[in-house]
Nanobody, 124 residues
Framework: QVQVVESGGGLVQAGGSLRLSCTVS????????MGWFRQTPGKEREFVAG????????RYADSVKGRFTISRDNAKNTVYLQMNTLKPEDTAVYYC?????????????????WGQGTQVTVSS
């Protein structure tokens, strides 16, 4: 059984930083791309960042480019999202997901295992 577990969310002031972590068990982590998405009430889940199976290729939403960094440690079955210069509009539930394939993908439909989400709240 595949499990995806996020951690690291919380409350931070605008301009601050948070680091999210996500650990995957039950599948060969190093074979699959990973992604971070976020969702606010009444809106669709949106792509934030993705990383390929080996960690050599990353993609970001325009809204977070230059502020967020995705990385992975295949030895620890863990993917990270370092979030700097946070803004109130970054407030959302953040989800980690494991993709169906090894390359970076942007659509939620291309991910088959999801975590339960972790709340990030940025105060102004």
């Amino acid at each position: 059984q595949v499990q995806v577990v996020e951690s690291g969310g919380g409350l931070v002031q605008a301009g601050g930083s948070l680091r999210l972590s996500c650990t995957v068990s039950g599948r060969t982590f190093s074979r699959y791309a990973m992604g971070w998405f976020r969702q606010t009430p009444g809106k669709e889940r949106e792509f934030v960042a993705g990383i390929n199976y080996a960690g050599g290729s990353t993609r970001y939403a325009d809204s977070v480019k230059g502020r967020f960094t995705i990385s992975r440690d295949n030895a620890k079955n863990t993917v990270y999202l370092q979030m700097n210069t946070l803004k109130p509009e970054d407030t959302a539930v953040y989800y980690c997901a494991s993709a169906r394939l090894g390359g970076v993908v942007f659509s939620a439909n291309d991910y088959d295992y999801w975590g339960q989400g972790t709340q990030v709240t940025v105060s102004s």
